[in-house]
Nanobody, 119 residues
């Protein structure tokens, strides 16, 4: 079992920055990667970024590429999502999720943290 807890969301003006955190606990040694996803009102869930737990390999969604950086801190068992140049359309609930196997699904999810970008 892995438990995930997001934090760092809030209200920010367009053009601003936020750093989200995803704190993992439990069987963290078995995590393959951690992904960030978001769901905006009335829209489907969207992939934002992911990072492999061991090697730190990263991948980003097209809508955030160049504005977002994902990183992880093994000592803190935490994955960070640094978001810059925020746009109104970045408003969503952001979730982190853990995948335990390379070809598996995201089995564990956090409760989410709200990000609201205002004009």
């Amino acid at each position: 079992q892995v438990q995930l807890e997001e934090s760092g969301g809030g209200l920010v003006q367009a053009g601003g920055s936020l750093r989200l955190s995803c704190a993992a606990s439990g069987r963290t040694v078995s995590i393959y990667n951690i992904g960030w996803f978001r769901r905006a009102p009335g829209k489907d869930r969207e992939f934002v970024a992911r990072i492999t737990w061991s090697a730190g390999l990263t991948d980003y969604g097209d809508s955030v590429k160049g504005r977002v950086t994902i990183s992880r801190d093994h000592a803190e068992n935490t994955v960070y999502l640094e978001m810059n140049s925020l746009k109104l359309e970045d408003t969503a609930i952001y979730y982190c999720a853990a995948r335990m196997r390379q070809r598996g699904t995201y089995e564990y999810w956090g409760q989410g943290t709200q990000v609201t970008v205002s004009s």
